[in-house]
């Protein structure tokens, strides 16, 4: 299942799009089971274990998403996301420009940024988080590795980095919800029925010329 042409593309009637299976299960059990437990997480900050826990599972999310990421299926894979510095400008400054920015199946330019961001945030803020909790509450696997006297210093980059974090998801949200808007197509939907159109109402009305079949879309997107 190699081949996403193949693999993914269920052709419908001459006049409605292509549907493309996007996201895989693991994909979208990954995503939303993240947005609970970094919302827990982030809200619950006095009960223990409860805050360790919701830690440590987007600790097991993320470095589970890292390794789909050069295993998975076609579209979940970093190769399917890593674009060329001139490719992101480009993008970019169409985006910005509100031009003819080219929709992509799998994470756009700057929402694979994103993606890259939040990934790793994620996994630096669960290991400060998980060093903190064996300094200040002498719990956790680091408890007795990590000095006691770390403690403040521990807490100072948790709280920053959790701020980041939240900054970082909240531009997040809002590019999936402006690029929803541009390209008229419902992402967070996708992001649950792990589908995406293959011609978008723009650019199916518009004509912008970037109104590429499933197959031509692939074969860009794995050069
Ligand atoms: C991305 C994951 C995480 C986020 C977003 C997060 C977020 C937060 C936030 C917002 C605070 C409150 C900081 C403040 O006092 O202003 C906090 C405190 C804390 N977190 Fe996390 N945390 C995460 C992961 C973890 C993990 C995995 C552990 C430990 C296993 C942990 C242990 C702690 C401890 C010990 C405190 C200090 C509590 C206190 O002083 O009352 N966190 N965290
Ligand atoms: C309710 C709030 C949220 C919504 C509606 C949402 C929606 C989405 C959507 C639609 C995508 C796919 C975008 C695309 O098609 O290119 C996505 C991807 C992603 N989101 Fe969110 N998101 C939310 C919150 C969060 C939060 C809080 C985090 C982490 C702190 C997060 C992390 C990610 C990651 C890591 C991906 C990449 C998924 C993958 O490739 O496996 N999201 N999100």
Redesign the pocket.
Known sequence: MNNPQEANVQTQSAASPTQIKVWDILVRVFHWSLVIS?TT??LI??K?PL??Y???T??ALVLTRIVWGFIGTPYARFSAFTYSVQETVQYTLSALHMGKAREYLSHNPMGAIMVYLLLTM?LC??II??M??GA??LE?PLEGIVPTHWDEDL?TA??IM??A?LTTAAFHLSGVIWASWWHRQNYILAMFTGYKSAFTRRSHREGSGETWTAEERARHQHR
């Open positions: 970094f997480g982030y900050t006095d223990f805050h360790a919701a830690g440590y987007i600790f994620l803020n669960t988080g998980t903190l909790y200040q509450q956790g807490l948790h709280e959790a701020k974090l």
